[in-house]
């Protein structure tokens, strides 16, 4: 492996049909060189013998057919991937995909509360938003919702105290340093800025979720005009 960034993986038992692989302690946009090289070289070694990988901030889970593979020779194989492992060369190669947003306080309402603790008018948040480039970290909390980072420390917001029973679907959403859109209507607790009208998870597509682990995601403002003709629904957020 390159000394650069380089993990120090663990494998840690996670069932008769899985292994959980660690490769970092913590959480760093460099990191997601080595995961994609992971999933990948997963994909590529275990072929129709694995069942699921699940990559996240600093691990990947491998899921295998135990009926294939047995467990430990499922451990040596990805001992040896691991130690041939190299970082994806290229970092910067994959396109960026966008997804337009109406940033609005009728469908963004906690877009005050973030002026009145940085000082900045929306016009700047926005700008700040929207101008930087995220990675997805990880999938989870619902079927397409992708954690994206790193946010600019100026955009850092808490969670809210108290979690909203229904966030419209494409809300689009910052807490802590992670920005995201809720791909259908549910519970949700992170503040909201605005909405997408793309469809960020779809059961009847192949690949179910718009966003994967390791894109670069960009954020570009449309106008209310521009985001009902994308097909956005456009009306109010409304607290309960």
Known sequence: MSMNMSPQPRLENAGMDAWLIRLFDTID????????????ACEQSLGEQLVDLVP???????????????????????????AELEPDADDNAAPVK????????????????LEQRTGLDADRLIELHSEHEYRVFALGFAP????????????????????RPRVPAGSVAIAGRQTAAYPNASPGGWNLLGRTPATLFDPRSRDLSLLRVGDRVRFVPVS??????????????RES
Not at 61 to 71: K, M, T, W
Not at 224 to 236: C, N, V
């Open 224 to 237: 209310q005009a521009e985001f009902e003709r994308l097909g956005g629904d456009s009306s109010p957020m």
């Open 144 to 163: 397409g919702f992708a954690f994206m980072g790193t946010l600019p420390e100026q955009l850092a917001l808490p969670r809210l105290d108290s979690p």
């Open 98 to 113: 966008e997804l337009p947003v109406w940033y609005h306080p009728s469908v963004g309402p906690d877009m005050a509360r």
């Open 56 to 82: 996240s901030y600093t691990t990947v889970l491998v899921q295998f057919d135990p009926l294939r593979l047995d467990h430990g020779e499922a451990r040596r194989l990805l001992q040896q991937l691991l």
């Open 29 to 40: 946009e460099r990191n997601m060189t080595w995961i994609t090289a992971l999933v990948r």
